[in-house]
């Protein structure tokens, strides 16, 4: 039902000309899910919040924004939200001054909401521009205290999350339910999301954690989903979690996450809907921001070890699984995203743009798996072997045979399709692009140089990867086992490696470096932690694309 602004104020408990001091003074609804923003541009920024009503049926609200520590330039309005977006509100505030800082809040039935601080982005003359880059937090394992460390930071322009935002599974002995902190953080509803009541129920608890609220308060974000929105390795047609004899249609499970996604979300929507989120973003004259689609829109089915490669290959099973990972068909990106990409990369260039951002999901290096043996003493392997449970001695075989296949670590990743990948790779080159590539999923922390062959060939990226917010990593479970030193002796691309640490990648970006810090927490267990930094790694752009990684 459409009401118009008469209609609204009325809602509101005024008349078209009232003061706002004639509001209801009984509180009838509140505000416990936090205030964010979203999606800013030169001229307008998304602002969110989520009304808890006090009975049924729809609630107004007043939005306001003004200008840090300045008079003038503020905006305000009012709305309606109900229970066909579980009151959720998103509000497009256009018409703002670039890069400015600016204080929001909400008001509904006399509750004022917390007050958020967002900016617009900065237009031409730009000295530097600083990115907290985030992803992976699954709410059992252990208390977000990477985003609270965000929230601390003295200066953060803009929050780049990269998928798993949430995860869908739940119940007793799921994923991350064996922490020691999951007792009292266990996944509400108690059950694996399907429907869509249960993703907006999932969302709605992370929203409570307050250091997500405190993050989500400090500055905009610019997010992009990755599987667990939706399901386990999800791709177009499916999810290696999602069984549709018992779990239903996947489409109808699709639609339902990400109307859930986007009601909770402070992001644009795309006009007409549907799972096209490809979007940019330009920090003044220093980077364009990318952020890109790669689960639902186009990617095909992933190949998996266990699905289409036996546990005693023969050398002619191996290379039927390499021409089929190999395939020029399969796709990670449309064509129509391709195009977008390749000309969206063109303009920035044109434009003297000295930095392209790539913000995607999942690692884009070539990670082949390494030979754990090889980096352990006899005993020490044999040690580390013995104290696994079978299924991780089972886990270890595998990772043994696979590395002596010269096989890679993941076919989620852009291992998984290497064609598409070189696609991507042509797409930099044509557009002589400086490019960053950031990537979650992982659960660990990466400084990877991309190159366009195995062997020999041009360095046409340098990609910093986060780790998990509190998301368990193979270094965890693998811990007696050099992990880390492994992936960057054994990688040519892989400079940098750590499968243990929690936090998130602080990106400074100036006319002529890129510098990520590797900031951790101490601890996802206990509320008191420390923020620490356990890597600096930089680059330089130049005519010929961007310089090689050096450790600062």
């Excluded at 391709?338 to 690692?363: D, F, H, I, R, Y």
């Excluded at 044999?382 to 449970?389: E, P």
Aim: proline share 6%; with cysteine.
């Amino acid at each position: 039902m459409r009401i118009d602004r008469r209609g609204v104020l009325a809602l509101l408990g005024l008349g078209a000309a009232a003061p706002a001091s004639r509001a209801a003074a009984k509180t009838q609804a509140a505000f416990h899910h936090g205030v964010a923003s979203g999606d800013p541009l030169q001229d307008r920024v998304i602002l969110w919040t989520r009304i808890t009503p006090g009975g049924a049926g729809d609630v107004a609200y007043r939005w306001r924004l003004d200008p840090v520590g300045e008079t003038g330039g503020g905006k305000h309005g009012v709305g309606v939200t109900g229970p066909d977006r579980d009151y959720t509100v998103k509000v497009d505030v256009n018409g703002l001054d670039p890069g400015r800082a600016y204080s929001f809040r909400f008001e509904a039935d006399g509750a004022a909401s917390p007050v958020g601080e967002t900016r617009t982005l900065r237009q031409g003359p730009t000295k530097d521009v600083v990115l907290a880059v985030c992803t992976c937090s699954l709410y059992p394992n252990g208390y977000f205290n990477a985003y609270g460390a965000i929230a601390a930071l003295p200066r953060v322009d803009a929050v780049v999350h990269l998928g798993d935002y949430i995860y869908e599974y739940g119940g007793p002995g799921t994923y991350g339910m064996d922490s020691p902190v999951a007792g009292e953080r266990p996944h509400d509803p108690p059950h694996e999301c399907v429907t869509l009541a249960d993703y907006r129920r999932r969302h709605a608890q992370y929203k409570t954690d307050p250091q997500l609220q405190a993050a989500h308060a400090r500055a905009p974000w610019i997010v992009v989903w990755d599987d667990h929105e939706t399901a386990n390795d999800s791709w177009m047609g499916g999810a290696e979690n999602h069984q549709p004899a018992t779990e239903g249609d996947w489409n109808i499970r699709k639609a339902a996450a990400i109307k859930a996604y986007y009601e909770w979300m402070p992001i644009r929507e795309p006009q007409g809907g549907g799972f096209a989120i490809n979007r940019s973003f330009d920090f003044g004259d220093v980077a364009s921001l990318f952020m890109l689609e790669t689960r639902l829109t186009a990617r095909d089915q992933q190949l998996t070890y266990d699905k289409d490669l036996p546990r005693a290959p023969t050398p002619a099973d191996v290379a039927v699984f390499r021409r089929r990972l190999a395939d020029p068909a399969r796709k990670m990106m449309s064509a129509g995203q391709e195009a977008w990409l390749g000309k969206a990369m063109t303009e920035s260039v044109k434009a003297g743009t000295p930095w392209q951002v790539l913000g995607n999901e999942v690692v884009m290096a070539r990670l082949f798996t390494p030979p754990l043996h090889d980096f352990m003493t006899g005993p020490a392997y044999a040690k580390a072997l013995a104290a696994l449970s079978h299924n991780g001695q089972t886990r270890v075989a595998r990772l043994e045979a696979n590395a002596a296949l010269g096989l890679p670590w993941g076919t989620d990743m852009w291992d998984g399709y290497p064609a598409d990948r070189q696609r991507l790779y042509g797409l930099i080159g044509k557009a002589h692009a400086n490019a960053i590539v950031l990537a979650g999923d992982s659960h660990a922390f990466w400084a990877n140089e991309l190159w366009d062959a195995e062997t020999g060939g041009r360095r046409v990226a340098v990609e910093f990867g986060a780790p998990g917010i509190t998301s368990p990593g193979p270094g965890e479970s693998l811990a007696a086992f050099p992990l880390s030193d492994a992936f960057v002796k054994h990688n040519r691309e892989v400079k940098f490696n750590n499968q243990t640490a929690k936090g998130f990648v602080l990106l400074t970006l100036t006319h002529t470096q890129a510098t990520a810090q590797m900031m951790a927490v101490s601890t996802i267990r206990d509320r008191a932690y420390t923020t620490r930094l356990i890597a600096t790694w930089r680059a330089t752009r130049g005519p010929g694309g961007v310089s090689g990684l050096k450790a600062v």
